[in-house]
């Protein structure tokens, strides 16, 4: 089982490739599921290889707040940061209810990307 | 969740006479020029009300004064046609009797004087009236005499009641004076002697008891009756024009058979009614006029101040009623202003919020499309710089770096944006907690020290000590006076002041009131700083959606906010909010 720090689920194929490349370069390990499905697979395939999972809410199979709660099942430890473009104040709230650790808006910014990785390292250990 | 109006207003009693045209509300008022309903309603229900009481009593005058005219006509018209009635028949009787001596006595009984001063005794027994009876010859000589008067042996051919009395069968003179002093009349009848020759027989009439009979006439002391000769000489005394013999200043009234009545065309002051009748018996004209005259004022006088205090009563109501009148009139078109403004008033907020709500909508709609595409850039020219900076391969390559930086920058702009956008338009969860504003507001204050200390602002805080803890969103409630007190900073010049008033609204409210001396917003832009996007701001300053979020969280925090600003003066804004928010139900 090869552990990697971040396991990204997200329809946007362009922006997850180039979200695990940028963390690449800052010697983060990532790794890119494209809908729900896929990501829940690769989730129970590899129990506590991730040190933290990036999710979206609007994925093309499953909402992302049933994947949230499939991976809170599977993994009830592994933080979860919701990452999205259309979050609603309800979903930020339901997300944060089911045990998201932080609800993050599009875009970006790497930097802080990183170092609330860095924050959940440290708790991970 | 109740709503509370965005425009505060005191509402006075004729704000509709005296408000300024307000170009917003206009357009949704029913009724624009208000003075004319005012005007219209107040004629309408004086006409309608006044004038059925006005015709009345118009009416009524008239018809009292025309039935008043024709009793006094009618009242008139009797007493004269029976005052005549008597006069004739007074003369008639004497002139009979006289005839009746003369054809029945011969002529030289006649001229015995006790025997005439028998005969005058018995006509003062059987009728009365009679003074002194004589004979006078056709020379005018006086033959024989009787009566109180020592005349005999006078000559009468040169008067001139000899001179007519001889040449008719009968007799009957004027009033007048004659040898003995005292006003008399005198009637004749002419006989014949055995010899043909003409003589009269002549008695005076007395006329005191001609003047006590008229005066039986009078009904009330405003009828004057007497007796005029055809030259408009007193006969009797009159108590309007005098003694006897006196000229009455009336026209002579023209010839008739009959009794008339005439009603002479003279102000009102002495407006009157006269009778008259010429006076004839059946055998011989007189020179009387029998004259009634009744004065209008002195008989109407109960009719007519009857009537002047009928017409003061009325005039009393309809002064009452037109207050009246201006006042209900006044009240309803107040009401109907003030529920017509509210109405516009409420139309307009309407209009705004579905406005803003629609644009929200939009924005947000447009928001979320955008983040998408958005995260995208941000991550490839990210990760091109990153290619840069860690393989090192152009890092020598400023000017590439500088402009990925420029990417990520106008990025950043863009997601600060959407985020704002989406804040606007989230229908966010309330928590309500205890909050001190004074802390609160102070906590705001401390972020802009080193503004404060580097522009030269003075700042004052009031907080009135009755300002209790409120129990509300707290950070809404923080990001509301983040930033009213983030434009204000903006807004004030170098050297300007800035307060905030935290007062108490007893019992449920409290007021924050941010008031600033900068620019101030003209009066074109006040209707609209709550649109989202609307911004004065120079460029890079600000995405105009700070006053609609701010609108909108005060909205959910159940209160109010209101602006008031002259251009070159200052702002004020002045947010009220509830002591204890209600929680809402969910929709």
């Not at chain 1, 990697?4 to 997850?16: M, N, P, R, W």
């Not at chain 1, 040190?51 to 609007?58: F, P, Q, S, V």
């Not at chain 2, 013999?245 to 102000?267: H, L, R, W």
Request: net charge neutral.
């Amino acid at each position: 089982m090869k552990h990697i720090d971040i396991l990204i689920i997200d329809d946007e194929t362009k922006f997850a490739d180039m979200l695990g490349r940028r963390l690449s370069l800052r010697g983060v390990t990532c790794h890119a599921c494209y809908d729900g499905q896929s990501g829940l697979d690769w989730i129970r395939s590899n129990p506590g290889a991730a040190t933290l999972i990036l999710l979206d809410l609007k994925l093309p199979d499953i909402y992302g707040t049933q994947v949230l709660a499939y991976i809170k099942e599977i993994d009830p430890a592994v933080p979860v940061f919701i990452i999205t473009g259309h979050g609603t104040r309800e979903d930020e709230t339901a997300c944060l209810a089911m045990g998201a650790s932080e609800f993050i808006h599009k875009p970006v910014n790497i930097d802080q990307l990183t170092t609330l990785l860095n924050h959940a390292r440290g708790e991970r250990k | 969740m109740k709503r509370q109006p965005l425009i505060i207003k005191n509402q006075r009693w004729l704000d509709f006479l005296f408000h300024r045209p307000n170009i917003h509300l206009a357009s949704f008022q029913t009724i624009s020029n208000y003075p004319r309903i005012w005007i219209i309603s107040i004629l309408i229900l004086a006409v309608t009300s006044l004038s059925p009481l006005v015709m009345a009593t118009f009416i009524n005058n008239r018809l009292i004064h025309k039935s008043v005219d024709a009793e006094l006509v009618l009242q008139t018209d009797r007493v004269t046609s029976n005052a005549k009635r008597s006069m004739r028949f007074f003369l008639e009787e004497r002139l009979n009797a006289l005839r009746f001596i003369v054809n029945e006595l011969p002529y030289y009984t006649l001229i015995d004087n006790q025997h005439l001063a028998k005969i005058l005794s018995n006509l003062k027994l059987g009728f009365g009236g009679f003074t002194d009876l004589s004979i006078i010859d056709a020379d005018g000589s006086q033959i024989a005499y009787a009566g109180p008067f020592n005349l005999e042996g006078k000559n009468y051919k040169t008067q001139s009641w000899f001179t007519q009395g001889i040449e008719q069968d009968s007799f009957i003179s004027e009033v007048f004076t004659g040898y003995r002093d005292i006003p008399h009349i005198i009637i004749s009848v002419r006989s014949k002697t055995a010899y043909s020759r003409h003589f009269l027989l002549r008695a005076t009439l007395d006329t005191q008891r001609l003047m006590d009979m008229l005066s039986s006439y009078k009904t009330n002391v405003h009828t004057d009756i007497f007796l005029l000769n055809h030259s408009g000489i007193l006969q009797t005394p009159s108590t309007i024009f005098g003694k006897v013999f006196t000229t009455a200043p009336i026209n002579i009234p023209a010839f008739s058979d009959t009794t008339q009545v005439i009603t002479p065309e003279t102000n009102k002051e002495n407006a009157s009614v006269i009778g008259y009748s010429y006076i004839d018996t059946e055998a011989v004209t007189t020179p009387f006029i029998l004259m009634v005259h009744k004065k209008k004022s002195d008989v109407m006088g109960t009719w007519l101040n009857l009537g002047k205090t009928f017409n003061w009563i009325i005039g009393i109501c309809c002064l009452v009623m037109m207050v009246i009148i201006t006042l209900v009139s006044t009240f309803m078109v107040n009401q109907l202003y003030l529920a017509d403004q509210a109405k516009a008033e409420t139309m307009l907020k309407m209009e705004q919020s579905q406005q803003l709500a629609c644009i929200g909508q939009l924005s947000a709609g447009i928001a979320h499309e955008i983040n998408n595409p958005l995260a995208l850039i941000n991550e490839t020219a990210g990760y091109l710089k990153d290619l840069y900076q860690y393989t090192g391969e152009h890092r020598s390559d400023k000017e590439i770096t500088e402009l990925l930086d420029d990417i990520l920058e106008a990025v950043s702009r863009c997601g600060t944006i959407t985020s704002q956008l989406l804040g606007f338009v989230r229908q966010f969860d309330v928590q309500i907690s205890s909050v001190n504003v004074e802390k609160l507001i102070n906590g705001i204050l401390s972020f802009h020290k080193k503004e404060t200390e580097y522009k030269g602002i003075h700042v004052t805080t009031m907080i009135a000590p009755n300002v209790p803890a409120i129990e509300t969103d707290r950070g809404k409630l923080q990001q509301i006076l983040l930033n009213l007190i983030n434009n204000a900073f903006q807004a004030i010049e170098a050297n300007g002041c800035l307060d905030i008033m935290v007062s108490h609204l007893p019992p449920k409210k409290i007021s924050i009131e941010i008031k600033d001396t900068g620019c101030g917003i003209p009066e074109e832009n006040l209707k609209r700083i709550h649109e989202p996007f609307f911004s004065t701001k120079k460029e890079k300053m600000g995405t105009g959606l700070g006053l609609s979020i701010t609108y909108g969280l005060v909205k959910k925090l159940q209160g109010t906010i209101r602006v008031e600003s002259s251009a070159g003066i200052g702002t004020i804004f002045t947010v009220t909010l509830p002591v204890k928010m209600q929680k809402e139900e969910k929709a």
